[in-house]
């Protein structure tokens, strides 16, 4: 199953960092369960249009932080992650999201009340 990832190579971010984040994003929205087989690095790099090498830094960040664990000859799976540690990642992604957004909006001169009045409207639109 090919994962619904998507890298840009104009974003500043590397595209390792792009992958590995969307890929945790996944993990911990619950859209990969414990225990899924992830595509092997070759064919994410292939699917990606990106090299082996940046997959592989991907999984092996994923690895050290025990999202995933790869099993030689078997493939790498998605580990478990406990409730307490999938709420506090979610909020963190959010946080991180608002930030960016308020930093665009004080780079374009926003005050807080014109960022809030933002917010409420696309609060409104997303119901």
């Keep these: 199953m090919p994962l619904p990832i998507e890298v840009n190579e104009d974003r500043q971010e590397p595209i390792y960092h792009q992958i590995e984040e969307q890929v945790k994003a996944l993990i911990v929205s619950g859209y990969l369960p414990a225990d899924t087989a992830l595509p092997s690095i070759r064919v994410l790099a292939s699917e990606l249009g990106c090299s082996v090498i940046t997959t592989r830094r991907a999984y092996q960040n994923l690895e050290q932080q025990d999202y995933i664990k790869t099993y030689r000859g078997k493939g790498t799976f998605v580990r478990e992650v406990t409730r307490e540690k999938r709420s506090i ?39």
């Design 89 to 127: 990642l979610k909020e963190q992604a959010v946080q991180d999201a608002l930030r960016q957004a308020v930093k665009t909006a004080r780079q374009h001169e926003y005050t807080d009340t014109e960022i809030q009045r933002l917010l409420s409207t696309v609060l409104k639109e997303e119901r």
